[in-house]
């Protein structure tokens, strides 16, 4: 099983009267979603299944993700992953179907759950994503077996952390 967990593109700053979850992509956040959607076509990363929160600076990230997407992935946008916790993202998971499952979110729920799934991989991608998992963050995790009901923690594996910083640095 593998799941890619994405931090929604940068968006714009709260403003006074606006609530959160009406908070849109900024110029970079539209940038960079279709760029990790690139990245995720290219290196035949494509989901089986999408499950967004609802708020609108992730839907608009999901939506600019599937650009460069030959057919979007079934989504379903769920009410509990917006400013979720670890605890609520891992039960989302574990009821989900689907060998490739993409979860966009916000943090800091989103890089707890990630640190606490991850056991093993590439150390620099690791510390890295230790640090932080910058807006637009993807990190991709391997597990074994095929039932997300028996996801648990320390079980996964970090086959990749990417971020639009590191594509673009890597393209110059």
């Given amino acids: 099983m593998r799941l890619l ?3 929604h593109a940068k968006a714009e700053k709260a403003e006074p009267g606006l609530a959160d979850r009406d908070r849109h992509l900024n110029a970079k956040g539209r940038a960079d979603a279709p760029r990790i959607g690139a990245y995720i076509a290219h290196h035949a990363l494509l989901p089986d299944t999408a499950l967004v929160s609802p708020a609108c600076r992730t839907r608009e990230t999901f939506e600019g993700l599937t650009e460069a997407w030959p057919a979007a992935c ?3 946008y769920v009410d509990r992953l917006y400013n ?4 609520a993202i891992t039960k989302i ?3 989900a179907s689907g060998r490739v499952l993409l979860v966009v979110g916000h943090n800091p729920g989103l890089h707890e759950t990630a640190r606490l799934l991850i056991a093993s991989g590439d150390v620099e991608a690791r510390e890295r994503l230790n640090e932080a998992l910058p807006t637009s963050g993807l990190a991709v995790i391997d597990f074994p ?5 028996k996801l648990h923690s ?3 594996r970090l086959e990749r952390f990417v ?3 590191l594509l673009k640095a890597a393209a110059e």
Avoid: H, M, Q, Y
């Avoid at 979720?84 to 605890?87: D, K, P, Y």
């Avoid at 077996?145 to 009901?149: A, H, I, K, L, P």
């Fill in 5 to 7: 967990l994405l931090r």
């Fill in 74 to 76: 079934p989504v379903n």
């Fill in 84 to 87: 979720a916790g670890t605890e």
């Fill in 93 to 95: 998971i574990k009821e």
């Fill in 145 to 149: 077996g095929n039932d997300w009901r």
């Fill in 154 to 156: 320390a079980s996964g």
């Fill in 163 to 165: 971020t639009p910083r």
